[in-house]
């Protein structure tokens, strides 16, 4: 069968999101606050999957925090610029549908930044599933993703239905929250923490 493109692939919008990466990071803005969630929830030298790395980002703040991360990412261009950004960053070009229980266990999956929203059509359940089955016995998964003023391309993914998806592949929500600093949930941005329920 012949594998779906991502809404990713099909937005074209790689080179820029790369591009005002590189931009942010060279101006020294703050590119690592989902990360800063992401070490609060961990104990010191924690086992990280970054699943949708893009350019890297959040995996290379992890890293520089102590704890033991994999990123992974499909889109070969982005896997570059990771790779020329920071050296040392374990990253492969891979997708979350290609994840096996062989490549877990991981006290954190850390999936921020839209991917939810970007994955190929009728694939979120297969993600969620893949992601969970690689948790550890108390591992946990932070996601993050618009819910409104969603980027090109990104599909609509309403709380309800996101939350309906999380139940069907065996997820609990232990957190919802509307920002990486976590303030009230709110209809513009969801934040979550989820373990297996
Ligand atoms: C807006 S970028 C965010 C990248 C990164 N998480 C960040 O926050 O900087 C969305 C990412 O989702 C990734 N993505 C979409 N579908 C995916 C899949 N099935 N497996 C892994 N990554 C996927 C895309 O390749 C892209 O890098």
Redesign the pocket.
Known sequence: MTKRP????ESG??AN?GMR?AELIAAGED?EG?ARLADTLLPRGARVL?????????AAALLQRGHRVVA????AV?VRQARETYPGLPIEE?????LGPDDGPFDLV???????????EG?ERV?LAAMRDVLAEKGRILVGFHLKGR?PH?REYTVAEFEADLTAVGLRVDLRSGTYQLHPANDDYGVWILSRA
């Open positions: 991502t809404r990713w692939q919008h790689s999101y990466f590119v989902e970054d699943a949708g790395a893009g350019m890297g980002r959040v992974i990412e499909p889109d982005l891979r997708d979350i549908l290609g850390v999936c921020v930044g839209n991917v939810m929203v970007y994955l190929a694939t993600a980027p990104a």
